[in-house]
């Protein structure tokens, strides 16, 4: 008995100590980037698409809420949707997808914004994408970035496909 109370007591403790105050978004920046994926590419190679001079807004949104960029203590991707515009096509050719940004003189300061590794067979016309872990505040403090679509096909694509991809950054305070 005495082992089992000793187990509870550990457990509890640590659900007890690991529970801590959420931190809430200051704001979200929601952005959008578009690409032409053209017809006929193979199912071989990864298939790279530049997205230059991608407009963040940055000091639009800062100006709006108040705030400054020192008081930006993290920028990280929150939630993003890719889709064909004008047609209705599913995207279920696409194996995966990696979407990554960089600032625009600093091809180096590169980071994974979202990705899709193993895309469902019965994908429809919406692509929901998961964000990546990393920290873009570096690059997305700078009102202009350069965009990276990396994909990989499991199938033709029947049609040549302007695509949009509509992303939110979330912005948090320093700590």
Not at 10 to 35: I, K, N, P, T, Y
Not at 86 to 101: A, E, H
Not at 147 to 171: A, C, H, K, Q, Y
């Amino acid at each position: 008995m005495k082992k089992y109370a000793f187990l509870y007591f550990l457990l509890f403790s640590l659900f007890h100590w690991s529970c801590g105050d959420d931190q809430v978004a200051l704001f979200d920046m929601e952005l959008e980037a578009r690409f032409t994926l053209p017809a006929g590419l193979n199912t071989v190679e990864t298939h790279y698409f530049k997205i230059d001079e991608v407009p963040t807004f940055v000091n639009q949104y800062l100006a709006n809420n108040g705030i400054s960029q020192n008081e930006v203590g993290s920028i990280v991707a929150n939630r993003a949707v890719m889709y064909a515009e004008f047609i209705n096509l599913d995207l279920n050719f696409i194996q995966d997808i990696s979407i990554r940004g960089s600032k625009v003189d600093d091809p180096d300061s590169q980071r994974e914004f979202f990705y899709m590794d193993f895309v469902d067979i019965n994908e429809d016309q919406e692509m929901q994408l998961f964000s990546s872990i990393s920290e873009l505040k570096d690059v997305v403090l700078d009102s202009i970035i350069d965009m990276e679509v990396r994909i990989n096909l499991r199938g033709f694509s029947p049609t040549s496909l302007d695509s949009r991809i509509d992303f939110t950054l979330s912005v948090f305070e320093e700590e």
